[in-house]
């Protein structure tokens, strides 16, 4: 099922479909297949409680059961998601490149536009980022990206440090007659 996110500048609806990034999607994966000694490739299977048998790949399957215990078929199933897990209109904020950094960013998704208005345009185009909403319960902040490769939304959580410059750290060194503390492994030597 395609997810879609719609963004509301005032009156003007902007729409775009969601796609999850992977490390996986993005730069591919490896697997490693166990073979035997002749060289074919070795099948998991389920052992029984007593031993006796072996079952292999097929023999079990899952069912997914309603209420009544009814068999229920997978393209039958379909989202309870409602309140604020479903889709919804978010109404952006301006956002400074310094505020995205100041979150760990936990999720990324491309987004395809279907419809985008001249208002969500305009704002993209001062930083290139727009916050689209506060913090969630959960404590995750979502920011609207643009940039030459297309839009993305990114999902993430304050970071909890503060930035520590050239300026602000402690570059000096001790003098060789300052007493250090007993953790100073140099001194021990």
């Known amino acids: 099922m395609e997810r879609t996110l719609e963004v509301a500048c005032n009156e003007d609806l902007s729409r775009f479909t969601t796609r999850k990034l992977s490390r996986a999607s993005l730069y591919g994966r490896k697997r490693r297949v166990p073979v035997d000694a002749q060289g074919r490739e070795c099948r998991t299977a389920a052992l029984t409680r007593d031993g006796r048998f072996l079952l292999p790949p097929?023999?079990?399957?899952?069912?997914?059961?309603?209420?009544?215990?009814?068999?229920?078929?997978?393209?039958?199933?379909?989202?309870?998601?409602?309140?604020?897990?479903?889709?919804q209109a978010a109404e952006p904020q301006p956002a400074e490149p310094a505020e995205l950094l100041d979150h760990t960013i936990r999720q990324v998704y491309a987004l395809e536009p279907v419809a985008v208005s001249d208002l969500l345009e305009t704002l993209l185009a001062e930083t290139g980022i727009c916050r689209?909403?506060?913090?969630?319960?959960?404590?995750?902040?979502?920011?609207?990206?643009?940039?030459?490769?297309?839009?993305?939304?990114?999902?993430?959580?304050?970071?909890?440090?503060?930035?520590?410059?050239?300026?602000?750290?402690?570059?000096?060194?001790?003098?060789?007659?300052?007493q250090w503390d007993d953790l100073d492994f140099a001194m021990m030597a």
């Open 58 to 87: 097929g023999a079990t399957a899952t069912l997914y059961l309603d209420e009544h215990g009814n068999v229920v078929e997978r393209d039958e199933l379909h989202s309870t998601r409602t309140g604020q897990d479903a889709a």
């Open 132 to 178: 689209l909403d506060e913090c969630d319960e959960a404590g995750k902040m979502r920011f609207l990206v643009k940039n030459d490769a297309g839009y993305f939304l990114l999902v993430g959580e304050q970071a909890g440090f503060e930035f520590v410059g050239p300026d602000q750290a402690d570059l000096s060194v001790p003098d060789i007659d300052e």
